[in-house]
């Protein structure tokens, strides 16, 4: 993506991923709203059950032409568009890996004794809804392989 300009980082207080905050008539707000609102020459009010998506990944940056307004599904989009949304292992509770998922899926027979779905979750350390959700497609949905 090209941007017309270089990010503007807000450098005043932030909070929990970078996203700067500051006082507005008697408010705390995040930065980058505020900035996007100023710019558009609209009320804060006016934007209440939206997001302020930045184009360019920092939640520092305050820089109008870097910020767009839309749904939190929008913002969800655009995080796993980019690659930024932790799936799998990579997760910090995750209680197994990528590759004993694929096992679980590899494993599973229906009908089977051993290899049933309440086997697995006891072999593998999780829950039996848990192995639903990984044969499902429901959880670890970005690996090859799933089951259909």
């Known amino acids: 993506m090209s941007l017309l300009s270089e990010c503007l980082e ?16 008697g408010k705390q707000v ?6 996007y609102c100023q710019a558009n ?4 009010p006016a934007i209440d059950g939206m997001v302020v998506r930045h184009k360019c990944d920092n ?5 109008p032409d870097h910020l767009l307004v839309g749904t939190q599904a929008d913002n969800m989009a655009d995080m796993h568009e980019r690659g930024r ?16 998922a694929d096992e679980i899926r590899r494993l599973y027979k ?3 004794r051993k290899f049933n779905q309440y086997q697995l979750a006891k072999r593998f350390g999780i829950t039996q809804p848990q192995v639903s959700m990984i044969l499902s497609g429901k959880r670890r949905s970005h690996q090859s392989g799933d089951a259909a």
Do not use: F, W
């Open 41 to 44: 020459g609209i009320d804060m």
């Open 59 to 63: 939640p520092k940056c305050i820089n």
């Open 10 to 25: 807000h450098q005043l207080k932030c909070r929990g991923p970078g996203y700067g905050y500051l006082q507005h008539n």
């Open 85 to 100: 949304g932790l799936r799998g292992e990579k997760v910090g509770n995750s209680k197994i890996t990528d590759d004993q």
């Open 110 to 112: 229906p009908r089977s």
């Open 30 to 35: 995040l930065a980058h709203r505020l900035a």
